[in-house]
């Protein structure tokens, strides 16, 4: 018989329903809070946490008992939990998807928590006595050098020689080396000497140390002006106060050459955090921070659920890149929670980029933020120089103008290199009969009046759906006229690649996009392998940021027409911001930096602003717009979402979803969110799917929240729900 007074746990499991679940447990009690606990589940068991311990109800003696307790203490306890709760009510999701989106894929498979060790390599016996033998040179061998008579760890390999794992796997595959764990805090190499900062970056770097408790900081400084210096101040400050700092960075930005410029100048082992670990590494990361062994953790996106016990200060590096924005499963954003965590621990947040995102750029000016700038690049760096190539009724070749094949040249004789940058990967985007105007459409996306081009790839040979990734070969005939004349519309980066190694021959010319470099490391190996010499990247969004190139002296914009004529509110900020990233990646050093902005209208206003003056010109009337048409930072957004094989039931879950909404809006008056919808999402189908959205907006967040709070209860219940995909998106990035 179970004790019926023995109080109940209240378990948050990961599943899409918005409520917790009881359980009996031996002993129950207040520590449980926090702990992982298996449970039965239907014929299933599942891992949850445990979110609250309740009295018992009546129905207490059918509960069904835990299987086990999986924490010898509680993993989620403190701030953290606080904040994943905040979180579960912001986003409104389920406290179970939230936590399980939080913790590292081994830690919600009920794993244990790991050993935070280090790893460490060494030559054994057989190694030492085989070093002599192996290929002069090669990599196993200039490894087993470096093994010869010293542990060492991997951070510091990875410093020390290039492909070191390809090596290390060699070595240990014929018994020549060994992996050991080690403790992690005995791995630290010795902190090297920067640049002395300049008074802006001297000014910021003082305001970060005078920041008591909560302060939030917006680090705007133009490209190559030496914000990452900032940080790497604020990290030491932080380290010498004896507190753990988190650096957020965009899924593209954490390159080796990031880490061990971190690692050499910080002196302490920097734990990374990014999508390119296997489980156990990232549980191993996560684990190392929850016991305060990781002092510095630089990781992407969902670093920031990094559990910090001793936090002392978070940094979001290009706080405006779109990789912070999760977009399915709970859509949190990574900049935004930093600043609710950096709120609950009592900490500064410092948000650095030459192109903050207008949300935030508004929150400094109205003085909500710190407001920190650096105005000038650091060092000898100076500004690139744009220019705009006007291209009308000028003959292009594969989309590049004969002002920008000479500009090239030019740089490639003064031993430079050009990085050239299309938004548009594959070979064409769109694959058309000559003869009569059909083109290729993708089955799957699109409607019939407004079909989706597949791009084409392999040189013509294969087309492609970039939205939903369906591929088929190019068929040899127009499917409804049968004429040979099918052609390649448009370029992408693959025909750019092609046109510019025929011509540029005696230069390496480098693809860099999804396609070409669909492993981590594979960009940076291109990278590494062209080193200083003089050549040619192509490239898309990937090479607006990352691996600093200091050879860089020409940038060629080529096609960013369609960006102008987008129709969604945010397009012309992300088009302003990768213009002035992508421009901001020449003269970084020694080098002098131009920029070749080739367009069909040179006269748009955007491009104009920019260029006459800069970002910050832009942002200013973009801000204004924003105000006038009602659009956040000047309004509240959420998007309701609705997908199914058919195009009804969507709509008519939206439109239910509408009344419900309606139903409980009576009550806040003309605060209420405006509704916007169901209507069509402007990608209407896509993978087979139709989709619908509906759209709330409102003046406060307060009562955007209220509303939503009371009526998805009824939206959840609804029998339209059923027949439906639906999600909600609290702050949309995008509205498709
Ligand atoms: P950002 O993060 O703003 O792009 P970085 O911190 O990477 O800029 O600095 C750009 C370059 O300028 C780096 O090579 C860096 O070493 C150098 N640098 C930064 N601060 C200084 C300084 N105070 N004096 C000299 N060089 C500096
Ligand atoms: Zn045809
Ligand atoms: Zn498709």
């Known amino acids: 018989m179970p004790d019926p007074v023995a109080p109940v746990l209240q378990v948050a499991l990961p599943l899409p329903l918005p409520r917790l679940f009881d359980y009996r447990a031996p002993d129950a009690g207040a520590d449980d809070v926090g702990r992982r606990v298996r449970v039965p589940f239907g014929p299933r068991e599942l891992v949850g946490v445990v979110a609250a311990v309740g009295p018992a109800g009546a129905d207490a003696p059918e509960l069904r008992p835990i299987s086990e307790r999986l924490d010898p203490a509680p993993l989620l306890h403190g701030e953290l939990l606080a904040s994943l709760q905040w979180l579960s009510r912001y986003t409104h999701a389920p406290l179970g998807e939230v936590l399980a989106t939080a913790l590292p894929a081994a830690l919600r498979r009920g794993e244990p928590l790991p050993d935070a060790h280090a790893w460490a390599w060494r030559l054994t016996g057989a190694g030492a006595a085989a070093l002599p033998g192996l290929r002069a040179g090669s990599r196993p061998r200039r490894l087993a050098e470096l093994l010869h008579g010293a542990l060492r760890d991997e951070d510091a390999l990875g410093a020390l020689l290039e492909g070191w794992r390809a090596a290390a796997r060699t070595l240990l595959g014929r018994g020549l080396a060994e992996r050991v764990a080690v403790p992690a805090s005995q791995v630290a190499p010795a902190p090297q000497p920067g640049p002395s900062p300049g008074d802006e970056q001297q000014a910021a770097i003082d305001a970060l140390r005078e920041a008591a408790g909560f302060a939030p900081m917006l680090l705007d400084g133009v490209t190559g002006s030496g914000k990452t210096e900032v940080y790497l101040h604020a990290i030491a400050d932080c380290l010498a106060r004896g507190r753990q700092a988190l650096v957020l960075v965009p899924e593209i930005g954490l390159t080796p050459q990031l880490l061990a410029r971190f690692r050499a100048r910080l002196g302490v082992p920097v734990h990374v955090a990014h999508s390119g670990l296997n489980d156990g590494e990232r549980a191993r990361t996560w684990a ?293 990233q992508v421009a901001g990646r020449a003269g970084r050093a020694q080098r002098p930096g131009r920029v070749l902005l080739q367009t069909h209208h040179p006269d748009h206003p955007l491009l104009a602003m920019l260029i006459g003056g800069g970002y910050h010109a832009f942002a200013a009337d973009a801000l204004a717009l924003r105000e006038a048409a009602g659009f956040p930072p000047f309004a509240h957004l959420a998007l309701l979402r609705a997908e199914a094989r058919h195009a009804g039931p969507p709509l008519a879950f939206l439109q239910a979803a509408r009344q419900a909404l309606e139903a409980v809006a009576d009550g806040h008056g003309d605060a209420a969110p405006a509704l916007s919808g169901p209507m069509p999402a402007p990608m209407p189908r896509r993978a087979g799917m139709h989709r619908a959205q509906l759209l709330l907006s409102a003046d406060a967040r307060r009562d955007l929240h209220a509303v939503l709070r009371a009526a998805l209860p009824a939206i959840h219940a609804l029998p339209e729900a059923r027949r439906v995909r639906w999600s909600l998106d609290v702050d949309p990035v995008d509205l498709y």
């Open 288 to 580: 190392a921070a929850w016991r305060g062994e990781a002092r510095v953790v630089v990781g992407t996106r969902s670093a920031v659920f990094t559990p910090l016990p001793d936090a002392g200060l978070i940094v979001v590096d290009e706080e405006h890149d779109a990789s912070y924005k999760q977009q399915d499963g709970i859509r949190y954003h990574a900049r935004d929670f930093a600043l609710v965590r950096g709120r609950a621990l009592g900490i500064p947040v410092l948000l650095g980029s030459a192109t903050p995102s207008l949300e935030t750029l508004h929150n400094a000016t109205a003085g909500r933020y710190h407001y920190l700038r650096l105005s000038r690049r650091a060092g000898v760096a100076q500004a690139p120089e744009v220019r705009v190539a006007d291209v009308r009724k000028r003959p292009l070749d594969a989309g590049l103008s004969q002002q920008m094949l000479a500009a090239i040249r030019g740089e490639l004789d003064a031993g430079g290199q050009v990085l050239v940058f299309r938004n548009r990967r594959g070979y064409a985007p769109v694959l058309l009969c000559h003869d009569c105007g059909w083109s290729a459409q993708c089955p799957h996306c699109g409607t019939a009046g407004q079909g989706r081009p597949m791009t084409v790839h392999a040189q013509g040979r294969r087309l492609q759906c970039h939205h939903c990734g369906h591929r088929r070969p190019s068929p040899p005939a127009c499917p409804d006229c049968a004429s040979l004349a099918l052609q390649p519309q448009g370029v992408g980066t693959e025909r750019i690649e092609e046109v510019l190694a025929a011509r540029f021959g005696d230069v390496p010319v480098l693809r860099i996009d999804r396609g070409s470099t669909r492993r981590r490391d594979a960009m940076e190996r291109l990278l590494g392998e062209l080193g200083e010499r003089p050549g040619i990247l192509v490239g898309t969004q990937m090479l607006a940021k990352g691996h600093d190139l200091a050879q860089l002296g020409l940038v060629c914009v080529v096609g960013i027409d369609e960006g102008l004529y987008s129709a969604d509110f945010r397009s012309h900020e992300k088009l302003a911001q990768l213009l002035i």
